[in-house]
């Protein structure tokens, strides 16, 4: 799997998302809403989710492996910084 695209919208409200993000797998799939959050020990991403019946968040799409999910975070996080240049 290769990250192939990655968008960032910034978030101009305060509060500690700073931002959304989408990215696109090996030019064929995408995931729009990934939330980038200021956590305590820095920015983290937070992959889509939506509200069950029992008042709980589910994620809508996330990796499967750690490996996966650090290669999206750090390619996401990365987009970002560049952006606050």
Same mark, same amino acid.
């Given at each position: 799997?290769?990250?192939?695209?990655?968008?960032?919208?910034?978030?101009?409200?305060?509060?500690?998302? *700073? !931002?959304?993000?989408?990215?696109?797998? =090996?030019?064929?799939?995408? %995931?729009?809403?990934?939330?980038?959050? #200021?956590?305590?020990?820095?920015?983290?991403?937070?992959?889509?989710?939506? *509200? !069950?019946?029992?008042?709980?968040?589910? =994620?809508?799409?996330?990796? %499967?492996?750690?490996?996966?999910?650090? #290669?999206?975070?750090?390619?996401?996080?990365?987009?970002?910084?560049?952006?606050?240049?």
């Amino acid at each position: 799997m290769q990250i192939t695209d990655v968008r960032i919208r910034k978030v101009t409200k305060e509060g500690r998302m *700073k !931002a959304v993000a989408s990215i696109t797998l =090996d030019d064929e799939i995408v %995931i729009h809403d990934i939330k980038i959050i #200021e956590g305590d020990k820095g920015l983290f991403i937070a992959m889509p989710s939506r *509200k !069950a019946t029992d008042g709980e968040y589910r =994620d809508i799409a996330h990796p %499967i492996n750690s490996k996966t999910r650090e #290669e999206m975070q750090n390619a996401i996080l990365n987009a970002y910084a560049n952006i606050e240049e």
